[in-house]
């Protein structure tokens, strides 16, 4: 594992690759409330409280006192938070451990103009996060072009779509990908995505209107059509609002925005509930979930890997899904971390998060990574080899909710 040197070859163009301004919304309030915590042990996010809240009858959620106060510690008012004071990202104020996350809904805040001017916060690395004695690292792959999905999405990657935030850059845009629940079989609200999707990592803290829509833009319209495009066209199956949602402790930690730093460990589950819907869950609503593999194939052992996402970077414009199919090789930044998965792909940012999906002898599709990092100047992608660390982030979010 542990035999070569890197080759490899990329650059930066700047400290980060994409970053854009506030874009501003009116919103309708509605009440909500949930929290977050990281890791295997959910025990640390109990410690001051059952941390959980409860649906009322027309699906929105009835915040627990004990939450409640605890929020109050922080200095948090949940009504001026929907009234703005969410914008507020003074250190201070900017919320980063794992029990402390916030995230009301606020109905209507992603609404298509939002939704469409969202841009993408991925992360660049070039030939110098790559130096020294490292793990074993493969030759840089051949791009592979990106491919079109063919509308409907939903007829034809009915897991895939769109993970929005806000972040202090402003709003911000991932892909994500519908994975199925352990405790709920067949009535899952678990996605799938980069940990750098809902947490600045070492830099920051959680970031904050965290929504996922499922099969965004359907049916492939332009950019220009989706100017006058309503909700309903360009979120055909609801907007799905975090209730949950937990990453690495390595990410949290190490977590970079440029040069690859916590790669190995940039994924996150998130727990979702509807913005408004009939009491069906996410996985019902789009009728697909996947399984996720967490005895993470050697790269050996793997014929073809199949990448999903929204590409927003330049020659993309993050309104039509994608796909990039290669053979992995292996990629390492730091030698104490795992070696990552890495494909020939020219998909951009706003890609991240998006699904790494094997199909099986018997045709079954199975989720294995998601996009982490690229270089500034397209070409290829990688993503974390999920194990120990994935399955317990995932396994915590599944017991958190099980028989709900």
């Given at each position: 594992m542990r035999s070569t040197r890197p080759s490899f070859t990329a650059r930066r163009e700047g400290s980060a690759r994409r970053r854009t301004s506030p874009v501003l919304a009116a919103v309708a309030l509605a009440s909500a409330l949930v929290l977050t915590a990281t890791a295997c042990d959910s025990g640390d996010a109990d410690a001051g409280g059952q941390a959980s809240a409860s649906?009322?009858?027309?699906?929105?959620?009835?915040?627990?006192?004990?939450?409640?106060?605890?929020l109050k510690e922080h200095g948090i008012d949940i009504d001026n938070w929907k009234n703005g004071a969410w914008k507020d990202w003074s250190k201070d104020d900017w919320l980063r451990e794992a029990e402390d996350f916030v995230n009301p809904i606020i109905e209507d805040l992603w609404n298509p103009d939002r939704m469409r001017d969202a841009e993408e916060p991925d992360q660049g690395v070039d030939d110098s996060d790559l130096a020294g004695d490292q793990g074993v690292t493969d030759p840089t792959p051949e791009p592979v072009d990106a491919k079109a999905v063919p509308p409907a999405y939903h007829d034809n990657a009915a897991?895939?779509?769109?993970?929005?935030?806000?972040?202090?850059?402003?709003?911000?845009?991932?892909?994500?990908?519908?994975?199925?629940?352990?405790?709920?079989?067949?009535?899952?609200?678990?996605?799938?995505?980069?940990?750098?999707?809902?947490?600045?990592?070492?830099?920051?803290?959680?970031?904050r209107n965290i929504a996922f829509v499922p099969s965004y833009n359907d049916s492939g319209k332009s950019a220009a059509e989706l100017e006058n495009a309503t909700k309903e066209e360009v979120a055909p199956y609801g907007v799905w609002w975090g209730d949950w949602a937990q990453t690495s402790d390595q990410w949290i930690e190490q977590g970079g925005a440029t040069g690859g730093d916590g790669a190995s460990y940039d994924?996150?589950?998130?727990?979702?509930?509807?913005?408004?819907?009939d009491g069906k869950s996410l996985e019902e609503t789009v009728g697909s979930a996947l399984p996720v593999d967490f005895e993470a194939p050697a790269v050996q052992r793997v014929e073809s890997i199949t990448a999903t996402g929204y590409p927003a970077g330049a020659p993309f414009d993050g309104q039509t899904l994608y796909q990039c199919q290669d053979k992995p090789g292996r990629l390492s930044i730091n030698a104490s971390d795992p070696t990552m998965y890495r494909i020939g792909c020219t998909m951009t940012g706003g890609s991240s998060g998006g699904g790494w999906v094997t199909t099986g002898a018997d045709g079954e599709e199975t989720l294995v990574s998601n996009t982490s990092i690229g270089p500034v100047t397209a070409g290829w992608l990688a993503g974390p080899r999920l194990g120990e660390e994935a399955k317990g982030v995932y396994d915590s979010v599944s017991e958190k909710f099980a028989g709900q």
């Open positions: 649906a009322e009858g027309d699906g929105k959620i009835t915040i627990p006192d004990d939450i409640k106060d605890r897991t895939a779509g769109k993970v929005f935030f806000d972040s202090p850059e402003g709003t911000m845009v991932c892909s994500a990908t519908v994975v199925q629940d352990p405790a709920n079989p067949g009535k899952s609200n678990m996605v799938w995505t980069a940990g750098h999707c809902v947490h600045a990592g070492k830099s920051g803290g959680w970031y994924f996150a589950v998130i727990h979702v509930t509807p913005e408004t819907g």
